[in-house]
């Protein structure tokens, strides 16, 4: 065998390996960003119900509450912060993904073969487009309802009493109903990840 075509396979077998190794890469992401998106979901949903249950006591002591209330937004930021780092690396290992994939289609001598790969290609990447654009529309949910969490907390931060839990109420009022705009933000966000990881899987169905 002459030595350009041995330096052909080779070529060919490190692209598909590289590919390969891409695939398993950007599915793990996915799925990191996935469980992610998901907790930090939880932990909206735990932060606003700490301030639910301030605005509503009636009697006794309100700083417990409103403690409860300040640990639930920092966690709720420090996960927000994760997810969005998290999502960062799936993108970058996306890019990287879809360079390699291109490059070992663009290897492929067949035409006909290389026709029907790229078409296999495109589709994957459309559906990887709507996972980045659900999360990009998720994130822009995402702030301004963290904006009025930690607002609520510094307005009551100096005035923890029945008065300034008063004064916050219509700020918690339209938390809740922005929530919904959040929650269906990322619920289609983890909608579109669980078909992009179906379409990563090597599973046969």
């Known amino acids: 065998m002459k ?63 409103y403690n409860a209330y300040c640990k639930q937004v920092s966690q709720t930021q420090a996960a927000a912060e994760w997810t969005k780092t998290r999502v960062l ?5 996306g890019r990287k993904y879809f360079q390699d994939w291109q490059s070992t289609v663009n290897s492929i001598g067949n035409g006909s073969l290389r026709k029907k790969a790229q078409k296999r290609l495109d589709a994957v990447q459309v559906s990887y487009d709507k996972v980045e ?10 702030k301004p309802f963290l904006s009025d969490l930690a607002d609520i907390q510094k307005a009551l931060a100096s005035d923890v009493t029945p008065g300034g839990v008063k004064a916050i109420k219509s700020t918690v009022s339209s938390a809740n109903w922005n929530r919904q705009f959040v929650d269906k933000a990322v619920k289609s966000a983890l909608k579109e990840m669980d078909k992009m990881e179906s379409a990563l899987s090597s599973e046969a169905k």
Do not use: Y
């Open 3 to 65: 030595a350009h075509t041995l330096l052909a396979i080779g070529i060919v077998s490190l692209l598909a390996i590289t590919a390969q190794a891409s695939q398993e890469q950007l599915a793990q992401s996915i799925r990191d960003a996935h469980s992610e998106a998901t907790r930090t979901d939880a932990q909206l949903k735990a932060t606003l119900d700490a301030i639910n249950a301030l605005t509503r006591q009636t009697e006794g002591d309100l700083r417990p509450a």
């Open 89 to 93: 690396w799936m993108a970058g290992d």
């Open 133 to 142: 654009a659900s999360l990009k529309l998720a994130g822009e949910k995402f």
